[in-house]
Structures are given as structure tokens and as C-alpha cells.
């Protein structure tokens, strides 16, 4: 430790993902509030981090947990790959950096499920809070704050053919896609600056870092909660070789990502009591919410050849890195996922539920595959999945999770993706990409049935590695946390980061995620 007396702090985060970034930056404002924010991964050095078009390439890295799911029934018994970040930036230091609010519904559902000052114009002063974009509609985005957000002035050519693929098949381009877009495409905003990724870390932590009142401990994994009288007064870290207690006056602040977040509770005796008992652990609270309502986005790929040298694949050489580094330009400034849109599987909702995502480059397999050749891949990804899973300690190890995504147990899901392909597949068969597309090449063929899709659903949906609801926010007895982020019936411990959200939003979780911990900062220096 870097000072004498950091045991003890006002406030002790846990977590130094993109919530955890955000709160330490916000909470050691006060010269006079001792911080000490606690990370079990290793500090953000490693040299791909920064490179946009190379995110893909830190999975199963050493700062990704690479977790998986259990055998899915509804997908032949796939386990699916679920990577997160485990470094200074959590899994916003290896994601694809797109910014996406969501829908104003997202926020009015979460207000309507119980969570008064949740609501879409209560919380979009916060939005604007953190974001620094140079956004002309200032009504909608913030100018000056600490993480930047751009829009992309150039992108890639077959980006753009994207586009127009899509405004032939009736999709209009928009230009802020932060905007309550309900049907329409455009260039994704992306926490990118000047050609290098702009994470969490970034923006928030890197500010803070010569703060006095700020200690931040790194390969520091916070192993449970520490109790007095019913109170939570800290928690025990193992240090690598040792374990310390670190105390906190104030609060203990969970921010460990929603898959780590829900183990940390029930390692503490919150949770199911069933589940708790079985790990042979005291119930100190009783919440049988904690690890259930897990959601995520169902994913599946489509992608077509192109002509040789046409897209992004095997621009990742060694002269373009060397460009980047001196740089800052060239392909590798991409986050390759460009452009993407919202449509919605029936006419008359009045809010997406499907989501694109393009890339100009084979994107297969998680990245892990690497076709011979160019392609391009369009993902239509269902936003308002109904399946609800569960997150809970493997039997033999508390600190393995044990996820069951149930992918497409909600049988509406899975209608709603068939919905989604053949819209999808249309805006690859525009007339746009007549002179760049060659044949299929996932699904290699062109399918006509319901009954076909359905099949290549299952042997091909993905997560989009947004896990969300696992500490669900409400009033409710199912629920784990109030309006405020408290614990229900714990003192001095809350949640704050993407578990907490009631509903999944309608687009990528890192804005929502951040935009919590902005809030979550208000109502303790309230
Ligand atoms: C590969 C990938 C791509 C993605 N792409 C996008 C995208 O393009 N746009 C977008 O909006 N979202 C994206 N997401 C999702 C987004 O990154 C997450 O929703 C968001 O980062 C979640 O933030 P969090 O603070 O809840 O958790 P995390 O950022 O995961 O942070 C949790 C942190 O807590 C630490 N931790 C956990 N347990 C402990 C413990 N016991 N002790 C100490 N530390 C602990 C972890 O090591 C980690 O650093 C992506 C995610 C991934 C993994």
C-alpha cells in the first residue's frame, strides 16, 4: 500500500470497472473524503487496450475473465463465451467502445417498476454530465464533461454501403442515434480520442489518480463483507500473498460488474438463503433476488464475401500498427463496428426491440475464427429479451461463477430474432452491396423457412456481453437494492454498476452503466 494509513476510508469501492472509475472520481472530489478503490485485475498497461480495432484480441487475454455459460438447452447445449474486464476500466477497457444511450422507455420503465428519480428527464442531466461530444444539440449531450464521445467524420467505404443498403430497404439514416431512435441506421459514437480508446479509466480514474484522498489497490480482490452489529464496516482483500481487512466509515460501494457482484453478496451471507446455506455460509440477509433476473442481448452473426482487399480483414500488419502508434491514423483507429441501427419486430411498438450492428470485416466466432479472405457481418441483436437467467458460485469454488444465460427460455425471443434475420439478411441483399458481396458465407446458404432460421439460431446465438439485472433495483421483495442503491435491510453497503438495472436497455450497457454511477455519486453527496 502507497499510504500508511489506507485501511480505513470514508468510502471503499470495489470494483474498478466503468462504474467503479466514475464513483472514484466523483467521491474523492472532496479533499476531506478518504477513497480507496479496490481492483482485482492488474493495472491497464496492457498495449492492445488503447487500439480500438484490437479489442477483439484481448478476450482470453490476461485481463479478461473469459467466463462461460453453462450448456444451453435452447441452443443444442452450447456454452457460450462471456468475456470481462479484469483491469483498471473493467470490461470498458476491453469492449467496443460504442455509445449508446438507449431508449427514453428504458429509463420511464425503470421509473414505473418503482424507482422514483430513474425516470428519462430526471437522469439525462447526468447523461450530459460525463459526456464531452461535440454535438450541436446540446439539449441531448453534454460539451464539457470528462469521457469523450465522437462520431466518426470518416469511416470505412463498405460502412457506407451500409447505410445506403439500408435506406433502400426503408430505414432512414439519423444522425445522433442517441436520439430515442425507434427504426433508423447511422454511424455509431464511440468513447474514442484522438485514435485511442477512451475507457472509464480513461476519463474518470486517470483525473483522480494524483489525488491524495484516493488510494487505488490493483490485484486486490475483495473476498467478502466484514460485519458489525448487522452493519457492513468493510471488507477482506486478498492481496495477492496476504489477505487485509480494509475498513470504510461511510459505505462499502459494490461495483464488480454484474457476473462477480452477486457472488460477492452471497459470499457475504446476502442472498438466497438455500444457495447460502449450501455454501456452507451464515444468512446474514435474505434476498432470494440476488444472482437471478440475469439479461442479456442475443446476438447472431450474417456475413457474406467480398472482394478481395475490400474490407477490414488482414488490415491488422505490422506497418499499420507502426502507423497507429506514430500516428494516430489509419485503419486500427477503427472500432470496426461503425454503423448499426434500431428497428422493431412489429409495426405499431413504439420502441425498438432490435438492434443492428455492421462490420466491415468477417466478424466470427467471438473473432476467434478468421476466414480466409474479406467479408462483411451484420448482426440484428433482440434488445428486449423476456428470457431471464441466473448467476450463482460454482458448487466447488465461491469464486467461479455458475451462469445460465437461458438463452431463448422465453420462447417470444426467439420468434422475435427469426423477425430480426430476415430483416437483417434483407439490407445485405439491397441493391447497395450489388457490386461488393459474393456469396454467403454465414449462413452459407440462403435459407427460406422459419423452421430453417430457427435452426441456425440455435447453433448460432451469441451474448453480446451486456449481462445486466443480477442486483435488481426495486421495491419489491424480489428486488436488491432501493432507489438509493442500498442493499435492502444491509447497512453501509450498496450497488452501483450494470447489475442494478431493473430491465435491460435497448442498446450497449456501458452509457446506462455510467450514467448509474453518476447517480449513484449525486445521491451520496447529496
Ligand atoms: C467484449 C465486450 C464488448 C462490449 N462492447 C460494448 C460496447 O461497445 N458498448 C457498450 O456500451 N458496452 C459494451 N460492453 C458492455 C460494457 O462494457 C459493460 O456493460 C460495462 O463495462 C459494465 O460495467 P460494470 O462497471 O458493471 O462492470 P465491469 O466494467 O465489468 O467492472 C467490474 C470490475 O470489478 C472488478 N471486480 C469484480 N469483482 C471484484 C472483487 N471481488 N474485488 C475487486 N475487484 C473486483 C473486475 O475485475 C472489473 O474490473 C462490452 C463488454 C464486453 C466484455
Known amino acids: 500500500m502507497s499510504k500508511s494509513d489506507s ?12 462504474a467503479g472509475c466514475v464513483l472514484a472520481y466523483r467521491l474523492s472530489a472532496d479533499p476531506s473524503r478518504k477513497v480507496i478503490l479496490l481492483e482485482a485485475g492488474i493495472r491497464d498497461w496492457h498495449p492492445l487496450i488503447k487500439i480500438p480495432a484490437a479489442f477483439s484480441k484481448l478476450y482470453r487475454s490476461g485481463v479478461d475473465y473469459a467466463h462461460h455459460s453453462v450448456a444451453q438447452p435452447e441452443l443444442f447445449g452450447r456454452s457460450l463465451f462471456i468475456p470481462r474486464g479484469r483491469t483498471l476500466g ?20 425503470w421509473a414505473a417498476m418503482g424507482n422514483p428519480g430513474w425516470g428519462y428527464e430526471e437522469l439525462l442531466p447526468l447523461f450530459r454530465k460525463s459526456e464531452r461530444s461535440a454535438s450541436t444539440n446540446t439539449h441531448l449531450h453534454g460539451l464539457d464533461g470528462l469521457w469523450n464521445i465522437e462520431t466518426p467524420l ?35 459514437p464511440v468513447n474514442i480520442q484522438n485514435g485511442a480508446r477512451h475507457s472509464p479509466a480513461h476519463a474518470f480514474l486517470r483525473p483522480a489518480m494524483h489525488r491524495a484522498n484516493l488510494s487505488i489497490l490493483t490485484g486486490a480482490r475483495a473476498l467478502h463483507a466484514l460485519w458489525e452489529s448487522g452493519k457492513v464496516t468493510g471488507v477482506d482483500v486478498n492481496l ?25 453478496l452471497m459470499r457475504s451471507g446476502i442472498g438466497d438463503p438455500e444457495i447460502i446455506r449450501g455454501m456452507q455460509i451464515p444468512v446474514r440477509r435474505a434476498l432470494s433476488g440476488v444472482g437471478r433476473n440475469l439479461q442479456d442481448h442475443p446476438v447472431v452473426p450474417i456475413a457474406y464475401r467480398t472482394h478481395k482487399g475490400s474490407s477490414f480483414d488482414g488490415e491488422d500488419t505490422l506497418a499499420n500498427l507502426i502507423r497507429w502508434w506514430w500516428k494516430r491514423e489509419g ?14 419486430s412489429q409495426d405499431d411498438l413504439r420502441a425498438p426491440d432490435l438492434q443492428y450492428h455492421f462490420a466491415p470485416i468477417f466478424f466470427v466466432d467471438h473473432g476467434f475464427v ?42 417470444s425471443d426467439l420468434e422475435k430474432m427469426v423477425v430480426g434475420f430476415h430483416k437483417a439478411r434483407a439490407i445485405m441483399e439491397a441493391p447497395a452491396f450489388d457490386g461488393w458481396r459474393l456469396e454467403p458465407y454465414l449462413p452459407s446458404v440462403f435459407l427460406q423457412s422459419d423452421p430453417e432460421v430457427v435452426e441456425y439460431l440455435r447453433r448460432n446465438t ?6 445486466v439485472g443480477t442486483c435488481r433495483m426495486g421495491p419489491d421483495e424480489d428486488s436488491v437494492v432501493d432507489t438509493e442503491l442500498r442493499v435492502h435491510g444491509v447497512d453501509g453497503l450498496r450497488v452501483v454498476d450494470a447489475s442494478i438495472m431493473p430491465n435491460i436497455t435497448r442498446g450497449n450497457t456501458q452509457a446506462p452503466t455510467v450514467l448509474i454511477a453518476e447517480k449513484a455519486a449525486e445521491l451520496m453527496l447529496r
Open 370 to 411: 478468421r476466414p480466409k479472405g474479406n467479408g462483411i457481418s451484420l448482426a440484428p441483436i433482440l434488445v428486449q429479451p423476456q428470457s431471464r437467467g441466473i448467476v450463482s458460485p460454482a458448487p466447488n469454488d465461491h469464486f467461479v461463477p455458475w451462469i445460465d444465460p437461458a438463452v431463448y427460455s422465453n420462447s
Open 331 to 344: 485503419p486500427l483507429c477503427s472500432n470496426l463496428c461503425e454503423t448499426g441501427g434500431f428497428t422493431r
Open 154 to 188: 470518416t469511416i470505412h467505404p463498405l460502412s457506407r454501403i451500409f447505410l445506403e443498403a439500408a435506406q433502400q430497404t426503408g430505414y432512414p439514416i439519423v444522425d445522433d442515434l442517441n436520439d430515442n431512435v425507434a427504426h433508423g441506421v447511422g454511424i455509431h
Open 7 to 18: 485501511l480505513y476510508a470514508d468510502y471503499l469501492i470495489v470494483g474498478a470497472g466503468s
Open 462 to 467: 451469441e451474448l453480446l456481453y451486456h449481462p
Open 90 to 109: 473493467g470490461s470498458g477497457a476491453i469492449n467496443a467502445m460504442i455509445y449508446i444511450r438507449g431508449h427514453r422507455d428504458d429509463y420511464d420503465g
Open 240 to 264: 495477492g500473498r496476504r489477505t487485509r481487512s480494509i475498513y470504510a466509515t461511510e459505505s462499502v460501494i459494490l461495483c464488480g460488474g454484474a457476473i462477480e457482484s452477486p457472488l460477492f
